[in-house]
């Protein structure tokens, strides 16, 4: 089991293990379970929470734990970094995440779209598709949405776009900053 909290491992890598891991659990499972989109979100939901704490941040998602916050909050999840004080009161927005699970592109850059405008630190779009050419056809369509509205921030970016023929495995794209 690869922890988050590996030594000298950046934050993406972290958020890539932990997403890899998703997919080592779920990828494999039969088709009434690997086939929902619950677990998977859940699954996603819950291991980015765990890493929450690496920057010092309060993670907001739908289904969040008692006294974790709350529930979502504008993105699917969100880490707030609150602000010394008063307390309630949050300094930044350390990651905003979108997971579609539609193969349709148009709902897939609806959601990328609202990290484009976001002031997160990091965007992370998780979707998934049927071949590498449809991901990477769908990652270029998120590309071009960053050209236009964000071009001095593609490396602010994560993509994972879940290869979901069995076993489901994700692959990554970030862009050159």
């Known amino acids: 089991m690869v922890s988050g909290r590996q030594p000298g491992q950046t934050l993406r890598d972290a958020i890539c293990s932990a997403l890899d891991e998703v997919a080592s659990r779920l990828g494999v499972a039969r088709p009434e379970t690997r086939d929902r989109d619950e677990p998977w979100t859940t699954e996603i939901t819950g291991a980015l929470n765990a890493l929450a704490p690496r920057r010092n941040a309060v993670a907001r998602f739908r289904g969040a734990p008692a006294g974790a916050g709350g529930g979502e909050w504008l993105y699917d999840l969100c880490w707030l970094v609150p ?73 602010r970016y994560l993509l994972a776009g879940l290869l979901s023929p069995p076993p489901a495995r994700f692959r990554y794209c970030g862009f050159p900053g």
């Open 83 to 155: 602000s010394e004080p008063p307390p309630g009161r949050y300094a930044s927005l350390a990651l905003a995440a979108e997971i579609e699970w539609s193969r349709d592109h148009a709902e897939i850059l609806h959601d990328f779209q609202k990290l484009v405008f976001s002031r997160a630190e990091l965007c992370l779009m998780v979707w998934q598709g049927r071949s590498e050419a449809e991901l990477a056809e769908a990652a270029g369509k998120m590309r071009a949405c960053v050209a236009a509205a964000d071009p001095e921030n593609f490396g």
